[in-house]
């Protein structure tokens, strides 16, 4: 696979500058620019290649949403008990999910590791990846959806954050969101490399999951590993760690 960051390696230049050169070649990379401009981007949605054709919107793209002909609020589920160490969502936002536009988690096959792609990311105190995390929800609620897409967020000093309750399907890979759950490792790892105590967490994170979900360990996914994902995510530092990931929980 050829990623384009690859060639972004003008080091003073990290950060915006790199992940805008990543996506010069499509529309959906303008568009990102252009919220990364206005401090609104968030999201994993970096092309894969420089040579890729245009990619289709990596999530349900707003229009579609708009265009539901039919628009009924979901009943919330059965609220279900915290999963061990997690921090409640209340802790990081007053922000409720818009109801219109959100359907009910189905049974959970699948679970899907994402990084942020945005610029790197370093801090490791509450109210910095509290408000990171915030940032990327209304990057989200800025293109028309309904909350956070992911379902958990994992910062660098090994915090696992709620973020889109569980009783309701994500938004994080295209049009493979039915079942599947996100988790989302706060920074770019196309031009930083994942925390020890970041990959800790996410390893402890997939086996509580895996257990009380009966999710195979062949199931746990990167963005970029779903056949119809034209993403780098998770960017190559933390992709490179993927099989290692699979084999330690399994
Ligand atoms: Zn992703």
Redesign the pocket.
């Given at each position: 696979m050829t990623n384009l960051d690859s060639k972004s390696t003008t080091p003073a230049t990290l950060g915006v500058k790199a992940t805008a050169m990543a996506e010069t070649s499509s529309a959906i990379g303008r568009r990102s620019i252009l919220m990364l401009g206005l401090g609104l981007f968030a999201?994993?949605?970096?092309a894969r290649s420089k040579g890729a054709r245009l990619p289709s919107p990596?999530w349900p793209d707003a229009s579609l949403l708009a265009s539901r002909s039919v628009v009924v609020a979901v009943e919330p589920l059965p609220a279900t008990p915290p999963l061990a160490g997690v921090i409640p969502r209340s802790s990081w936002t007053k922000g409720n999910p818009q109801m219109d536009n959100i359907d009910p988690m189905l049974p959970i096959k699948w679970i899907?590791?994402?990084?942020?792609?945005m610029s790197p990311f370093s801090a490791t105190d509450f109210a910095s990846c509290a408000s990171r995390i915030e940032l990327i929800r209304n990057g989200h609620r800025g293109k028309g959806w309904a909350d956070i897409g992911y379902h958990f967020v994992i910062d660098r000093s090994g915090r696992v954050w709620e973020g889109r309750d569980l009783r309701y399907q994500g938004a994080?890979?295209k049009d493979q969101n039915e079942g599947n759950l996100?988790i989302?490792c706060v920074g770019n790892f196309d031009q930083q490399s994942p925390s020890m105590a970041q990959l800790a967490a996410l390893d402890r994170h997939l086996r509580i999951c895996r257990a009380k979900y009966k999710v195979k360990a062949s199931a746990v996914l990167?963005?970029?590993e779903w056949a119809s994902?034209r993403?780098a995510?998770?960017g190559r530092n933390l992709q490179a760690k993927m099989n290692g990931i699979r084999r330690a929980i399994a």
């Open positions: 999201g994993c949605a970096t990596i899907t590791i994402h990084h942020d792609g994080h890979v996100g989302l990167s963005h970029q994902a993403t995510c998770p």
